[in-house]
């Protein structure tokens, strides 16, 4: 039994009703299974209906609001993928925001709209943008990361096709930032006064979904 205080609502909102319905079904059932196969790393289901449905709340910072992030972290975090995509789960948007850390360093992976599962065609082209994502973090996040390691801890193919992918990703960053810079530029003295201070937004803004208390229904929260 989980607690009134434990307890998280998400509502799916999205202009066409009858996708919200599927998108909420879709991640509601998701979560539903996992627990049933007795995955332990994602929040478990409560109750679901059509446009909501709560579930546990996992306390504790995102991968990105954990730094650094050490080898043997990472090595948790994998094995929790490795274990979801063994189970024929997919997660699909395995962001740093998405991964959870506890405060018993367990890692938790929340946001399941686009888990894809096998038999789903989609299953694979899912599993490798985790194995993308994850090679990403190890890349980048990983403290003092062996590439030596890497060659082992990933499968060949994923070696060989980060080998053309990180040099264009850190080219696409390059653009971004240029990008970034020049709209800064362009804001005139009186645009930036008036821009909200970080305080001032920081509203979620998640699209089509946002999360809020289960108790209370109130102050909703970015996932």
């Not at 954990?66 to 274990?83: A, I, K, N, S």
């Not at 946001?111 to 082209?125: A, G, K, M, Q, Y």
Request: hydrophobic share 40%.
């Amino acid at each position: 039994m989980i607690d009134d205080d434990k307890e998280v609502l998400k509502v799916v909102g999205t202009p066409f009703g009858p996708l919200t319905r599927v998108w909420c079904r879709h991640e509601a059932e998701c979560l539903s299974r996992l627990t049933e196969l007795g995955f332990l790393h994602a929040p478990e289901l409560i109750n679901s209906t059509d446009k909501s449905f709560t579930m546990e709340m996992i306390e504790g910072p995102s991968l990105r609001g954990h730094q650094p992030v050490d080898e043997e972290l990472f090595l948790r975090v994998q094995g929790v993928v490795r274990q979801l995509h063994s189970l024929g789960f997919a997660h699909g948007n395995l962001r740093a925001n998405n991964i959870l850390i506890t405060e018993n360093g367990e890692p938790f992976l929340i946001d399941f709209e686009t888990c894809c599962v096998r038999p789903n065609p989609l299953f694979f082209l899912a599993r490798f943008s985790d194995h993308v994502r994850l090679y990403s973090l190890w890349q980048s996040r990983v403290a003092k990361s062996d590439q030596g390691r890497a060659r082992t801890t990933f499968p060949k193919h994923l070696t060989a096709v980060m080998f053309f992918l990180t040099p264009l990703n850190r080219i696409v960053g390059v653009f971004k930032s240029i990008k970034r810079k020049w709209k800064r530029s362009r804001k005139t003295p009186l645009e930036r006064l008036d821009a909200p201070s970080v305080s001032q937004s920081a509203a979620p803004v998640l699209g089509h979904a946002f999360v809020t208390p289960a108790k209370t229904g109130l102050n909703p929260s970015r996932l």
